[in-house]
Nanobody, 120 residues
Framework: QVQLVESGGGLVQAGGSLRLSCAAS????????MGWYRQAPGKQRELVAT???????NYADSAKGRFTISRDNAENTVALQMNSLKPGDTAVYYC??????????????WGQGTLVTVSS
């Protein structure tokens, strides 16, 4: 059983910064890609950024130049540094990971989410 736990959400003013963290725990052989997604009220969940085990990153257009995703393979963690936050960034942010489990294969795991609210 694998769990992802996010932390770091909160209330910030427009233009401010916030750093989200996500830690994976449980029966893990390794973790392939990890990512951050977000969901605003009344909207579908959308990709924010992803990062492969080797460090290749991918960002949504709205995040490019403002957000930075990083990971620590030894700690099984992924972080999202968010700068120049805008009210449109307000959403619940979810951590995602492709977890490799021996004799099972890769499974997709989601965290419970952490709320980010950006005021104007």
């Amino acid at each position: 059983q694998v769990q992802l736990v996010e932390s770091g959400g909160g209330l910030v003013q427009a233009g401010g910064s916030l750093r989200l963290s996500c830690a994976a725990s449980g029966i893990i052989s390794s973790i392939d890609a990890m990512g951050w997604y977000r969901q605003a009220p009344g909207k579908q969940r959308e990709l924010v950024a992803t990062i492969t085990r080797g460090g290749t990153t991918n960002y949504a257009d709205s995040a490019k130049g403002r957000f930075t995703i990083s990971r620590d393979n030894a700690e099984n963690t992924v972080a999202l540094q968010m700068n120049s936050l805008k009210p449109g960034d307000t959403a619940v942010y979810y951590c995602n990971a492709g977890v490799v489990r021996r004799l099972i294969g890769t499974i997709e795991v989601w965290g419970q989410g952490t709320l980010v609210t950006v005021s104007s």
